[in-house]
T-cell receptor
Framework: DPKIIQKPKYLVAVTGSEKILICEQY?????MYWYRQSAKKPLEFMFS???????DNQTASSRFQPQSSKKNHLDLQITALKPDDSATYFC?????????????FGHGTKLSVL | GEQVEQLPSILRVQEGSSASINCSYE??????FPWYKQEPGENPKLIID?????ERKQIQELIVLLDKKAKRFSLHITDTQPGDSAMYFC??????????????FGKGTKLSVKS
């Protein structure tokens, strides 16, 4: 029973198109993140949000835009898709203030850009 | 930002033997060091972690060692089993003082346990 739900699990897109990756967490966490994993750069941090506010952005391109409509939602909009964007995108969450602030990952969305 | 180096990238061991993975970090402000196991097609799962106020932590067959002076930490799996075969990632978190658990990951170690 996954507590961090990512949709869709697989996504195929054409170059130049726009897609939205969905993430909802039911762990009661206040912080959410996006990470990207590809053969070139395993588990790369992209964004962090806390209480729906952007805390950190390590993504150079403005084509990647996180969207948080609720505390337990953090979607990722990607515009003008490129083949290099092909990767598995993992949403994650944590509970700031806990002694170890452990990070938990969703099952990922595997994006293929043709 | 923080950089984490992880070695080896590939590790093959015989069932029942021990496996060791080593990581190093650069930022002395890093204070939290988790290890994740990732099986093919799955998400990374936290298996053990250690904070900077500890030097050693053990959970069953998993042992983590932390040497803050050398900025190194390591994972040791004793009595390896075929089910331990997976990718393993170390990570480090800098104590930024804010509500941010941003982790910097190593590049991973592919462990294969042969029976």
């Amino acid at each position: 029973d996954p507590k961090i739900i990512q949709k869709p699990k697989y996504l195929v897109a054409v170059t130049g198109s726009e897609k939205i990756l969905i993430c909802e967490q039911y762990l009661g966490h206040n912080a959410m993140y996006w990470y990207r994993q590809s053969a070139k750069k395993p588990l790369e941090f992209m964004f962090s949000y806390s209480y729906q506010k952007l805390m950190d952005n390590q993504t150079a391109s403005s084509r990647f835009q996180p969207q948080s409509s609720k505390k337990n939602h953090l979607d990722l909009q990607i515009t003008a898709l490129k083949p290099d964007d092909s990767a598995t995108y993992f949403c994650a969450s944590s509970h700031p203030g806990q002694s170890n602030e452990r990070l938990f990952f969703g099952h990922g969305t595997k994006l293929s850009v043709l | 930002g923080e950089q984490v180096e992880q070695l080896p990238s590939i590790l093959r061991v015989q069932e029942g033997s021990s496996a060791s993975i080593n990581c190093s970090y650069e930022d002395s402000a890093s204070n939290y060091f988790p290890w994740y196991k990732q099986e093919p097609g799955e998400n990374p799962k936290l298996i053990i972690d250690i904070r900077s106020n500890m030097e050693r932590k053990q959970i069953q067959e998993l042992i983590v060692l932390l040497d803050k002076k050398a900025k190194r930490f390591s994972l040791h799996i004793t009595d390896t089993q075929p089910g331990d075969s997976a990718m393993y990632f170390c990570a480090a978190r800098v104590n930024s003082g804010g509500s941010n658990a941003k982790l910097t990951f190593g590049k991973g170690t592919k462990l294969s346990v042969k029976s």
